[in-house]
């Protein structure tokens, strides 16, 4: 998994209340088990005309917006069902920070596995960063994760809370296998005592 430090980008507003994940990867697109090839699908209803055509008015479609790597977004993202194809898909068209006043539980600790930074801040913090972000592509926001802050392209900086094992499993770009890794010498010890202590099991 891909380390998350410090990112400075374009940042999308959706100031869209309780985007489900169905919303942001529908459910014709969870046939696939790879986490790759699923950016072009990330808010297909919303971003394509039913004759497969891009539909001009949805934020990712206009040119600002194409390279967005953070999306500003409305309460409750992330909630419906719980699938993991929704954080894989943001991933795999770049996007690798979603900042919300709150998001459902599951897709919220599904962007922890796989790389994305979700962001939880005040209404009133929000309300500054979605007008940060409707500037376009001038106004880019820098998210630094070891500092936990991000910075508005006027200077302005706001300061997140995160937990703190969950910080550092993005620092560090260690997935659940890459935990598990991680505590491999105890593991092997541990094996060990238990072939000499219990050599019938």
């Not at 985007?19 to 990867?25: F, L």
């Not at 920070?97 to 796989?114: E, L, R």
């Not at 936990?148 to 094992?165: E, L, N, S, Y």
Request: proline share 5%; with cysteine.
């Amino acid at each position: 998994m891909e380390k998350f430090t410090s990112l400075t980008g374009v940042a999308a507003p959706m100031p869209i209340i309780n985007v489900d994940t169905d919303m942001i990867i529908p459910k014709q697109y969870l046939k696939t088990i790879k986490r790759t090839g699923l950016g072009t699908a990330l808010f297909a209803e919303m971003r394509y005309n039913e004759d497969g055509s891009e539909n001009p008015d949805f934020v990712l479609n206009k040119p600002a917006y194409r390279n967005a790597q953070i999306v500003v977004a409305g309460d409750n993202f992330g909630c419906g069902s719980s699938r993991e194809h929704a954080p894989w898909a943001l991933l795999d068209f770049g996007i690798r920070c979603v900042i919300s006043t709150s998001f459902a539980d599951i897709f919220y600790n599904n962007c922890f596995k796989n790389g994305i930074l979700p962001i939880k801040v005040s209404e009133d913090e929000l309300a500054k960063l979605m007008d940060d972000a409707e500037r376009g592509a001038n106004a880019t926001l820098t998210v630094d994760l070891e500092s936990q802050t991000i910075k508005g392209p006027d200077g302005g900086t706001i300061v997140f809370d995160i937990d703190p094992a969950r910080k550092e499993v993005l620092l560090k770009g260690l997935d659940d296998i890459g935990l598990t890794m991680e505590k491999a010498p105890k593991i092997a010890s541990f094996e060990s005592k238990m072939a000499e202590s219990r050599p019938w099991i």
